[in-house]
């Protein structure tokens, strides 16, 4: 069983930065990718952030964020890192890791849905608040 367990959030300004962290651990840990999404409080869905491919490192973020945030990741110590800039009011959520054997881009986010979204393991989700 592979458990998520993510870190970082927090409150911060507007304009200001956070950088989350996720953990993963458990025995056989392998997968295509892991991703963000975040979650507001009244939304059913959550909404996708970004995604790193685990081997090749290749990126993809949702248009929201592109250009102020940055995902990356340590294979050595099978953690995914979501660092946030110019973070923005509307960026307040609850962030979420997952990690599983989808390729998101326009076309598979269109059809992904709730709860799994297609994804394999989730974290719990942390909050990160922006203030005004």
């Known amino acids: 069983q592979v458990h998520l367990v993510e870190s970082g959030g927090g409150l911060v300004q507007t304009g200001g930065s956070l950088r989350l962290s996720c953990a993963a651990s458990g025995r056989g840990f392998s997968v295509y990718g892991m991703a963000w999404f975040r979650q507001t409080p009244g939304k059913e869905r959550r909404e996708f952030v970004a995604?790193?491919?685990?081997?090749?490192?290749?990126?993809y973020y949702a248009d929201s964020v592109k250009g102020r945030f940055t995902i990356s990741r340590d294979k050595a110590k099978n953690t995914m890192y979501l660092q946030m800039n110019n973070l923005k009011p509307e960026d307040t959520a609850i962030y979420y890791c997952?990690?599983?054997?989808?390729?998101?881009?326009?076309?598979?986010?269109?059809?992904?849905?709730?709860?799994?979204?297609?994804?394999?393991?989730w974290g719990k989700g942390i909050p990160v608040t922006v203030s005004s």
């Open positions: 997952s990690a599983g054997n989808v390729v998101f881009d326009e076309s598979t986010l269109a059809t992904a849905t709730p709860p799994s979204y297609g994804m394999d393991y």
């Open positions: 995604e790193i491919t685990w081997w090749g490192g290749s990126t």
